[in-house]
């Protein structure tokens, strides 16, 4: 939401303009809080795959990467509001989902559709980036809801249904917190969306600050997500081997470990061994 003259980085080009006031705290980022939470995305990714690094297959550590990657690229739009850098945030997002999509319609070492179900996705995210980049306004904000959330939603659905697996009970309480987060983190969005001049006019007429609630969303959707992406991990490795246990990282964060025995092999065994299994589990399940 502009206010006064345009900071470092000038007049913002973004087809959308968050509810927080821009250069408040600084001339240099514009929306600070939605700037600075989104370093929790980032924290969610890395953490992901420095503590699943020899636990997950290869396609869990891509996804854990790219929610990464889509934490940079939300620092660089709401720091910014170019349309350039929204394209940072909102392109990493596309492929994130449609990765999540593959990993959960192949959750095991065989292949149930083929070829065709990678080409599909393929020719699904090329579609959604073209429309995310060639239009403008209120058309490019609807149509990136419209093919990211479409995708999100149903891939909520399934990781729901791996949470109901006898096989995944260890889990579940991860889905159930989750999905909590996730679902508490869209109802934020949509509020600060609608009700922004609620929030960043009327409130501080009161003396009340403005909530920041796409801040909020920032954080809230980054554990959700990292918990919904353990349940996946957890899904996927209990398909390939035997016995995958949760165990809390540092007594807090929610983690998969292997078997003992197995952790220790897969800790000790030959670079090009590891290498080959990789490859043979990308192969098999993306």
């Not at 980032?42 to 990467?65: P, Y």
């Not at 058309?139 to 006898?166: D, H, I, T």
């Not at 009700?195 to 969303?217: D, T």
Request: glycine residues 10%.
């Amino acid at each position: 939401m502009a206010l006064g003259p345009a900071g470092f980085w000038g007049t913002p080009t973004s087809t959308v303009d968050w509810c927080e006031l821009n250069y408040v705290v600084t001339p240099f980022v514009c929306e600070f809080f939605n700037t600075v939470s989104s370093l929790a995305m980032v924290t969610a990714g890395v953490l992901g795959i420095i503590l699943h690094r020899r636990v997950f297959d290869r396609g869990t550590l891509w996804a854990f990467g790219l929610l990464g990657v889509v934490g940079i690229g939300s620092i660089a739009f709401h720091g910014t509001l170019k349309f350039e850098l929204q394209l940072l945030d909102e392109i990493p997002m596309l492929y994130l989902v449609t990765l999540m999509a593959y990993l959960l319609l192949e959750p095991g070492p065989e292949r149930r559709f083929g070829q065709w179900l990678p080409v599909l996705l393929l020719v699904y995210a090329v579609v959604a980036t073209l429309s995310d980049a060639f239009t403008a306004g209120r058309v490019q904000f609807f149509a990136f809801q419209l093919s990211f959330g479409g995708l999100e939603f149903f891939c909520l659905a399934r990781v729901y249904r791996l949470s109901q697996k006898p096989e995944n009970v260890a889990v579940r309480p991860f889905f159930r917190l989750g999905v909590a987060f996730y679902l508490g983190a869209i109802g934020l969005w949509f509020i600060d969306l609608r009700f922004c001049e609620v929030m960043s006019v009327r409130l501080p007429s009161l003396g009340v600050p403005n909530p920041q609630l796409h801040a909020w969303w920032h954080l809230l959707v980054s554990c959700g997500f990292y918990l919904l992406l353990v349940v996946v991990g957890y899904d996927r490795l209990r398909r390939r081997r035997s016995g995958p246990a949760v165990r809390p990282a540092a007594g807090v964060i929610p983690a998969v470990v292997l078997p003992p025995a197995e952790s220790s092999i897969a800790t000790t065994r030959p670079r090009s061994t590891e290498q080959a299994s990789s490859r043979d589990a990308f192969g098999s399940d993306g």
